[in-house]
């Protein structure tokens, strides 16, 4: 690494023109991802034609990098106050963190996000500066193989994630899958499912489900609720999580940053799977995993430092070998390509003024974001005291615009409709939607990675056990899977005198088999 | 207090309506169909592709010279969904007054009808077409580490050659199928969601070949990572001086992607000539032409007419290959 082209990188970045554009950049894209469905790729698409006319187009290219990891902390706003999860990657934070916000402590919830979303940044970002290159390597070495192994792994994690009955959570998930399967086959373009409609052609998308199942689901469940008691307004105690709680979250979001820096680098999928992988390694690690689904602090910092820790380590594709790992990245690539650079593995050496421009300015902008999180928390949480009455009305028109702007198709929104019925029925009944949405949207994930691995092996399957990585993430499935069945069998045949340990033990079992 | 949080709940909402606003405006103004003043409102540009990718690109540029030379607003809309044919089906039945316009791509109405279902087939018939845009060239390219560097080459291959496509149905598929089998290679396509996800697998030597747009392994190629083989234009690319066509290698081959502006079937002449007009006018400006540059498109400024002859003329050369070599792009066909 060029030390001095790094240090000059921050004499770019601190700029006053530019620090002005790394801040509108942050709070346009924290503003946007308040809103579900319209995404930061829509947004720089917007905004792109700035690249012509700024006075400095690193600045242009720093505004919109800004957009995008802006939006990473603005979605779990409305994850944690109004269950409506924006992206795939903060589905899991709603759990614990709509879980906590009804507990009067949305405060600390929100707080620990914007501190687990600034250090997993942060960390990712140190990655970024030092192992960039070295990284970008390894993502190549994940092929279709690599991707279905991991895949199914993700499957295993999403049962294990729920709180409720497991066979509840298993069926949820197995009509996750099967709704991932809905559209045109992507390998043969035979329809499924689609009932003849163009419509469903490119099957359902993730925003649909989610803001159905969650976000409508509970509007519906909330309305007949609503008829029983009268509302009291949750006691909004602590806006800022207390130091105890800090010590609590803190290994969480080690661990988690960690984890989203890994995965986030590889190209689809890599931030579901950081986010899902996050929050499964804390609830593994707890003394106590029952509390997980019901306000544990860990449930909330740990997947929200993945989810932002992958969002900047989703650069590293970008930058180092030209490939661009989401639409926003696209964006992103276009935006370079109007400054005159073909983002590449010789962008760092043809022009390390914009590399470490904008990564420099990745530091700068996480700070921002942090620094306006923290007034932004306390006006945020304000919103839980607004009656139901005039509060579900709102939710629901953003649920409602959120969905229409994904595509401008007033058919998603009718779908979405349909979902919250079906979120609705599942709330009633017992169901949870989190394992329907993870499964979901791995679905595709694990059916096209396995598919084309197939094609790769010529149809022979011994190929997912020799290569290494898929091997090493197999063999990973297998003790995931028997661990917890080999100590059952330990555990029974050394304590048979203590029943009275053998029931305490019971619970928290159950809890490691799902 | 508690009207406090309730105006800030709507201050809140308020601002996200505005934000949402900006997303997919919608204007219902439509253009006038009186000569000499069109447009009389927002012109709606739907694109049948996600942002990002060449197509909405190229629709973005085209709508920034539209709104300079003609004033008013052409906002793009993005409209993805079944390869455009969802964006098409849209501009089909939109008000034929020039309040709606369109870039559209080849291979909707050229390549895609070679996989699809017979009712999901969309036919240029239902457009008027106005004016040529820009060629967007494949490329065969192949990794380091399968050791392929021309069409001889494959001679040597032991077993199978497996090669990424962008998708079912999309000129990388056709351009690549049509390669092996006339070379009477033994090759397995391998679809991937799009360019990157196959240009990914290509340099992690996951797969041995890939066919690509130009533009999107062009960087790759230079810094020597991956080999370019043929290219399947017409001619050479510009920005590939060195790598010969298909036809020089000799195979019998040409597919490549462009672009046209179409409007709905009977949108009045008038309208249709201030279009043209306006984008002949941003094709001389040296912004477009250094966009054309930096994606690597090639121009192919020609008039609407000789657009739909080629399409025909594509449409009909790809249908007898595809017979010819019992080549099968979607089992759906």
């Known amino acids: 690494m060029d030390f001095s082209a790094f240090l000059d990188g921050f004499g770019v970045v601190t700029q006053p023109g530019n620090l002005v554009y790394c801040l509108i950049g942050v709070v346009v894209g924290m503003l946007i991802g308040v809103l579900p469905g319209l995404g930061p790729a829509a947004t720089m698409a917007i905004l792109l034609p700035i690249v012509y006319s700024a006075h400095d187009p690193v600045a242009a290219i720093i505004m919109l990098a800004g957009i995008y990891y802006g939006a990473q902390y603005g979605g779990t706003i409305t994850s944690v106050l109004l269950r409506i999860p924006g992206e795939a990657s903060s589905v899991v934070t709603v759990f614990d963190g709509f879980a906590l916000a009804k507990q009067g402590k949305a405060g600390t919830a929100l707080g620990i ?325 993870l499964a979901f949207v791995l679905g595709s994930l694990i059916e096209s990675s396995f598919r084309r691995s197939m094609l790769i092996f010529d149809g022979d399957a011994t190929g997912f056990v020799t290569r290494p990585i898929s091997g090493t993430i197999l063999a990973f499935v297998v003790l995931v899977i028997a661990f917890p069945l080999i100590k059952r069998a330990f555990r029974r045949r050394s304590t048979p005198a203590t029943a009275e340990a053998a029931a305490s033990e019971d619970a928290p079992r159950e809890d490691s088999l799902r | 207090m508690r009207k406090q949080t309730f105006s800030l709940a709507a201050v809140a909402a308020g601002a996200a309506l505005a934000l949402t606003a900006c997303g997919g405006v919608q204007t219902t103004a439509g253009g006038g169909s009186d000569s000499g003043d069109y447009p009389t409102g927002a012109v709606n540009m739907p694109v049948g592709a996600s942002a990002g990718g060449s197509s909405d690109l190229i629709s973005r540029q085209i709508s920034r010279g539209l709104s300079d030379e003609l004033g008013g607003s052409f906002p793009v809309i993005n409209r993805e969904g079944a390869n455009g044919a969802l964006a098409a089906a849209e501009v089909a039945k939109a008000p034929a007054d020039g309040s709606t316009i369109s870039v559209q791509n080849a291979s909707l109405f050229a390549i895609t009808p070679l996989a699809v279902p017979e009712d999901q087939v969309t036919s240029i018939d239902d457009f008027d077409v106005v004016q040529g845009v820009s060629r967007d060239d494949y490329v065969l390219v192949a990794s380091k580490g399968s050791g392929f560097d021309s069409i001889d080459s494959f001679a040597d291959a032991d077993g199978k050659v497996t090669y990424g496509t962008t998708g079912v149905g999309t000129g990388a598929q056709l351009a690549c199928a049509l390669t092996f089998n006339v070379n009477k290679t033994p090759a397995e396509a391998i679809p991937f969601d799009g360019g990157a996800p196959a240009l990914t697998a290509l340099l992690g030597d996951q797969v041995d070949t890939a066919c690509l747009q130009v533009g999107e392994a062009i960087e790759n190629i230079r810094s020597g990572k991956i080999v370019p083989i043929v290219v399947f234009g017409p001619e050479r690319v510009e920005f590939l001086p060195d790598v010969p066509t298909a036809q020089e290698s000799g195979l019998d081959v040409e597919v490549a992607q462009y672009r046209f502006m179409t409007v709905p079937k009977g949108t009045p002449q008038d309208v249709q000539d201030a279009i043209a007009g306006a984008m002949q006018a941003t094709f001389e400006t040296s912004e477009y032409q250094d966009f054309n540059e930096q994606n690597n498109l090639t121009p192919m400024e020609i008039s609407g007419d000789e657009v739909v002859a080629q399409l025909e003329e594509d449409k009909q050369r790809y249908a007898d290959l595809v017979e010819e070599y019992g080549i099968d792009l979607g089992d759906a066909s």
Request: hydrophobic residues 55%; neutral net charge.
């Open chain 1, 113 to 437: 996000a914007a501190i687990g979303s600034f250090i997993g940044a942060t960390i990712s970002i140190i990655g970024l500066t030092l192992l960039g290159p070295l990284v970008a390597e390894f993502a190549l070495d994940f092929g279709p193989p690599e991707y279905a192994a991991l895949a199914l792994l993700g499957v295993l994690l999403v049962a294990t994630i729920g709180n409720g009955n497991t066979v509840k959570a298993l069926a949820a998930a197995a009509i996750g899958l099967l709704l991932a399967t809905v559209g045109s086959d992507s390998f043969t373009s035979a329809d499924r499912f689609t009932f003849g409609s163009l419509n469903l052609e490119d099957g359902i998308d993730f925003v649909v489900v989610a803001m159905g199942l969650f976000g409508v689901g509970e509007i519906l469940y909330n309305l007949e609720e609503r008829h029983g008691k009268p509302h009291v307004p949750a006691a909004i105690a602590n806006i800022w999580p207390s130091r105890k709680e800090l010590k609590e979250a803190g290994p969480a979001i080690g661990r988690g940053s960690v984890i989203g820096f890994v995965l986030g680098v590889l190209p689809g999928g890599g931030a579901v799977m950081a986010s899902l992988a996050a929050y499964a390694a804390e609830k593994r690690v707890a003394k106590d995993p029952s509390r997980f689904g019901r306000g544990a602090i860990e449930g909330v910092a740990s997947p929200e430092s993945a989810n932002n820790a992958a969002a900047t380590s989703s650069f590293i594709p970008l930058l180092t070998i030209g490939i661009p790992a989401n639409a926003s990245m696209a964006m992103l690539y276009a935006a370079l390509l109007v400054v005159g650079v073909t983002p590449g593995p010789q962008l760092i050496d043809e022009r390390p003024d914009l590399f470490w421009g904008v990564v420099n300015s990745m530091y700068i902008g996480n700070l921002i974001l942090l620094l306006l999180s923290i007034p932004l928390v306390g006006i945020f949480v304000r919103i839980l005291r607004v009656r139901p009455a005039i509060l579900a009305p709102i939710t629901a028109l953003i649920t409602i615009l959120g969905v229409y702007t994904i595509r401008n198709s007033v058919f998603d929104i009718f779908l979405m409709i349909v979902f919250g019925v079906i979120g609705y029925l599942m709330k009633k009944t017992g169901f949870e939607p989190g394992p329907m949405v």
